[in-house]
């Protein structure tokens, strides 16, 4: 179900994958105390994973994701597709060029269909840019379990001008 970041698809440069890995890593707060990683990203998607942190949950949860949780994680992820989109729109700019595209975005509306308990020791979540318009875009996000359970499902938009 996974892919390391270096099977992360070609049509981006690796620094440009290299900038959505440090973003998405180490510059947003929340994602290092989810302990949140990329694991790949192309042209308009984008697939993330975590462990879960014994030091959060407390034995009372027995590893089971709080909603609130899986929500920050499948809006993150589908704005970090929509990155990965407006990159691959403006893929003939240099990198730094291209970040700009990127202040202006955020998130619009966010649902969340929670299918099944969280219980895992693991989490993946995929998001997928369904359209990409000039100032909206439209997302899909799904997150499993590490047995590749599907727990719950999000659709997204996102202001992008």
């Known amino acids: 179900m996974s892919q390391p ?15 959505l890995r440090v973003l998405f890593e180490e510059q947003i707060v929340f ?5 949140l990683k990329m ?15 014994p030091d959060l949950v407390g034995n009372f949860l027995h590893n089971r994701l709080h909603g609130g949780a899986i929500s920050a994680v499948l809006d993150v992820i589908a704005g970090m597709a929509c990155i990965a989109a407006l990159g691959a729109r403006h893929k003939s700019e240099p990198l730094d060029q291209r970040m700009k595209h990127f202040d202006k975005l ?11 308990p969280a219980v895992s020791e693991r989490f993946e979540a995929q998001a997928r840019v369904i359209r990409l318009g000039s100032r909206v875009a439209n997302t899909q996000m799904e997150f499993f379990s590490a047995h590749g359970q599907l727990l719950a499902t ?3 938009a996102y202001i992008i001008s």
Do not use: C, H, K, S
């Open 5 to 19: 970041v270096a099977a992360a698809d070609a049509a981006f440069e690796p620094q440009f994958t290299e900038y």
């Open 31 to 35: 994602n290092r105390l989810l302990n």
């Open 39 to 53: 694991l790949a990203a192309g042209p308009d998607w984008f697939r993330a994973g975590m462990e879960m942190r």
């Open 106 to 116: 955020g998130t619009i509306d966010l649902r969340v269909e929670y299918l099944r």
């Open 154 to 156: 999000g659709a997204g």
